[in-house]
């Protein structure tokens, strides 16, 4: 018995190599990986007539596990975005495929509810309203529309949840906006642009790099095009307030445009990645961007 005892102690003295810690990590973020790409959302066709199907979909993982897999030291709130809802109508000259976006996982309940709440209300109201103009066209003998909405994950750390959602309009020629929110998964807190500095003097900062990026692209590229007076002088004044942002996994302000906002539809939603340098003075604190 005492060899035995001795044997236990001798087996629970025993450190755990970097290399199995390391094993182990790796295995946690690659069944991380494989549970994001399982299916999530059954899609449905239906007329613009009939019925809204919605299909709301679940976490995968148990309450109690989320929790357990919370508290693992080092591997931080379990925070995911699913496809909750499609709304989708495929007809000869109308289409519609709109993806909504739900947030699971964060500690702030009210915060997650009033987001996902957000989402949820901006594709219901877009599918109306498509729902109304292919009525329209229907009535007056035909047309074309078409819309989709979606989102991408852009950014997703253990501290900063960064979502683009995109919306597409087709009629005739297509067009597309982007909406983002950036989520501080710790404090359980929207960033907002103006949150992140101290005075507004960050407007004149970016906007000032933004023009001179701009010169500098289309010196240097002859499809590179942006909105000019006479050819010559930028139409770009400077960026609003609330501009549209987001911040990337390496704690980086990307400012963003949506189409035609800034340049020619061709060219698409234009970002540019603001220099961390000439924003630190500016900056409240280097927690986010840095």
Known sequence: MKKMNKLKKDYEAIEIPAELE???????RQAKEVR?????VKQWTIGVASAVV?????????????????????????VEVLTVQKLTVDEK???????????????NEELQTSLNDKYMEENKALFEQFEAEVAEMKKAGDGHLGIDTGYE???????????????VNTVGSSSTTMKYDTIDKQQNIVITLPSLFKDNKYIDVISSYIA??????MSIDEKVNYFQYDG?????????PNQNFYITTNNKLVISFDDYEVAPGYMGVV????????????????????
């Open 212 to 217: 001179d990026e701009m010169k500098r692209q």
């Open 153 to 167: 994950v852009l950014t997703d750390t253990g501290q900063l949840l960064s979502i683009a959602r995109y919306e």
């Open 54 to 78: 919605i299909f709301i979909g679940s976490i995968n993982m148990s309450p109690a596990m989320a929790q357990s897999m919370v508290n693992i030291p080092g591997l931080g709130v379990i």
């Open 36 to 40: 994001k790409k399982r299916p999530i």
């Open 93 to 107: 000259t109308y289409q519609a495929n709109l993806d909504t976006p739900e947030i699971t996982g964060l500690e």
């Open 22 to 28: 390391d094993v182990v990590k790796s295995s946690i």
């Open 232 to 240: 010559s002088e930028l139409e770009f004044e400077a960026v609003k």
């Open 271 to 290: 970002t540019f990645e603001i220099p961390s340098d000439i924003l630190e003075n500016l900056l409240v604190s280097d927690t986010y961007i840095n």
